[in-house]
């Protein structure tokens, strides 16, 4: 199967220099891939994988994309508008209550005119169980729908991340490591298919329980199988839980702002760079060698965090505060 094309490649690599030394690396070890340039719907890593995901809908005849995720998830949105892009109807089945602030991502899905369906609260398996049940009621309905699972995760949309990854090297090819948040799975399966599970750091952000398993699972086809006990995960950075804002994700997000103005989210790559700073001070990425940090996009998610909105109002007073020296 081929993939539809939903945005530009490739996407920027960047180097980050400033970063770097706040880091403690040399200013030429650290580099920004930037996936949420990728264009479609404000950008991110999941276009690649509905690139793929999409393609084997349209091969089905279907005429509706069912999904599911959290209520500021960016798989949702960017389903969203590949469903508008492609002339496809979306039905999103998020976790938890409406959220009357429309704030966030939830902005975008409403412009992108995907129907909301609220899940109320529960765990993987309840969202999963009601997502199937409203695909169902649509094909009793009439229509032709097809089921996304949870962030978009499945062995073939991970064959978008192993295109990712021969992109990189393509661009890079004496990476050492590629730093990526760990959601659903597929992105950091399909980098290890193509770069293998040595060059690969994963930073779980508690979207699943069993984020070793989840990865292994949708590795793409490979000669061998990954043992999800050779993959590199930094299982450290969840924190509260998932939507929960720590101080080193807070950290991370200031230190890449001010460095380079790049802007990372609470949820994904504000975590996958607060792993990436703390593998440096672990001595598990050096100096002297070539790190990726896979910027995975999430920039609406940040809109729809009270608490890292709060924070980062925080800083602008406590930085606003002081009198101007002449």
């Excluded at 996407?11 to 930037?34: C, F, H, I, V």
């Excluded at 393509?170 to 992105?187: E, F, K, M, N, Y």
Aim: charge should be negative; hydrophobic fraction near 45%; aromatic fraction near 4%.
């Amino acid at each position: 199967m081929q993939p539809i094309r939903l945005a530009t490649w490739p996407t920027p690599l960047e180097a980050g220099p400033q970063l770097a030394r706040a880091l403690g690396l040399d200013p030429g070890d650290l580099w920004l891939k930037r996936d949420d340039l990728s264009g479609l719907g404000g950008g991110g890593n999941k276009v690649r994988k509905l690139e793929w995901t999409c393609a084997a809908a349209l091969a089905e005849g279907a005429r509706t994309l069912v999904t599911s995720g959290a209520a500021q998830s960016n798989h949702a949105r960017l389903t969203a508008a590949a469903g508008a892009r492609l002339g496809l109807d979306v039905v999103l089945v998020l976790s938890g209550t409406p959220d009357r602030a429309g704030a966030g991502n939830l902005v975008l899905d409403g412009l992108f005119g995907a129907r909301t369906v609220w899940a109320g609260d529960g765990d993987e398996a309840h969202l999963a169980e009601h997502t199937a049940a409203i695909a169902e009621d649509l094909r009793r309905g009439g229509a032709a729908p097809f089921l996304v699972p949870f962030g978009g995760s499945t062995p073939l949309s991970a064959e978008g991340y192993a295109e990712g990854g021969r992109e990189l090297l393509r661009q890079l090819p004496d990476i050492s490591t590629v730093v990526v948040a760990v959601g659903s799975g597929a992105t950091m399966a399909g980098l290890v298919s193509v770069l293998g599970p040595e060059r690969v750091l994963g930073v779980h952000c508690g979207a699943v329980t069993d984020p070793r398993a989840t990865v292994a699972r949708l590795v793409p086809a490979t000669d061998v199988p990954i043992d999800p006990g050779v993959l590199r995960l930094d299982e450290r950075q969840v924190g509260g839980g998932y939507g929960q804002l720590t101080d080193a994700v807070m950290d991370a997000m200031l230190t890449a702002a001010r460095t380079e103005g790049i802007v990372l989210d609470p949820i994904y790559t504000g975590r996958a760079m607060a792993g990436l700073i703390a593998a440096v001070a672990a001595g598990e990425i050096r100096r002297r060698e070539r790190t990726v940090f896979l910027h995975t996009g999430g920039l609406p998610g940040l809109f729809g965090h009270t608490a890292g909105v709060r924070r980062a109002l925080d800083e602008l007073s406590e930085r606003s505060s002081g009198a101007l020296a002449p």
